[in-house]
T-cell receptor
Framework: QQQVKQSPQSLIVQKGGISIINCAYE??????FPWYQQFPGKGPALLIA?????SEKKEGRFTISFNKSAKQFSLHIMDSQPGDSATYFC????????????FGAGTRLAVHP | DTGVSQNPRHKITKRGQNVTFRCDPI?????LYWYRQTLGQGPEFLTY????????KSRLLSDRFSAERPKGSFSTLEIQRTEQGDSAMYLC?????????FGPGTRLTVT
């Protein structure tokens, strides 16, 4: 019930294309769903986040789509750039769980020029 | 640089030795988290401090692991009698409540 499942494990996209990463969860007590971006040798950095009362959130080229009934959420990166090449993690936090993050396994994105 | 800092960045140790890592959070962040990240996986929660109080510990944190946050400022994570399975990246994050800001991590290699 604590797991967040993420797919695909790796993704190759051409410059200018759309990158889509999917996550699914089981525990309906999760109340906050962030996406983190991690470059080699660095810690994860928050990219964008959503709460379950909203179906979509957009910030620049990054959009989260949230489907509460299906218990799924996804990250869309529009106009993907080589600088977006990184590992992306979805995560979730539990109500009353001190906001500890439960991460997916990650997606390694490579954007080719 | 006012971000989260961690030291050392890399540590190589022999099995059975003790190691200690340090995390300096962003100033005035009262919440501090430790996570462990193994190759090809997402970070896994280890423990949480609010000010100096350790409020939650994962079952991943065996008796060989201990964490402290004296005076609610920096934190240390100690691993006693290291095992090869302890090899991982140890990440620290701080938060004022809400967003967690991660440090660059300490990469531990146990030989």
């Amino acid at each position: 019930q604590q797991q967040v499942k993420q797919s695909p494990q790796s993704l190759i996209v051409q410059k200018g294309g759309i990158s889509i990463i999917n996550c699914a969860y089981e525990n309906t007590a999760f109340d906050y769903f962030p996406w983190y971006q991690q470059f080699p040798g660095k810690g994860p950095a928050l990219l964008i986040a959503i709460r379950p009362d909203v179906s979509e959130k957009k910030e620049g080229r990054f959009t989260i789509s949230f489907n509460k009934s299906a218990k799924q959420f996804s990250l869309h990166i529009m106009d993907s750039q080589p600088g977006d090449s990184a590992t992306y993690f979805c995560a979730a936090t539990l109500v009353g769980g001190y906001n500890k993050l439960i991460f997916g396994a990650g997606t390694r994105l490579a954007v080719h020029p | 640089d006012t971000g989260v800092s961690q030291n050392p960045r890399h540590k190589i140790t022999k099995r059975g030795q003790n190691v200690t890592f340090r995390c300096d959070p962003i100033s005035e962040h009262n919440r501090l988290y430790w996570y462990r990240q193994t190759l090809g996986q997402g970070p896994e929660f280890l423990t949480y401090f609010q000010n100096e109080a350790q409020l939650e510990k994962s079952r991943l944190l065996s008796d060989r692991f201990s964490a402290e946050r004296p005076k609610g400022s920096f934190s240390t994570l100690e691993i006693q009698r290291t095992e090869q399975g302890d090899s991982a990246m140890y990440l620290c994050a701080s938060s004022p409540g809400g967003v967690q800001y991660f440090g660059p991590g300490t990469r531990l290699t146990v030989t």
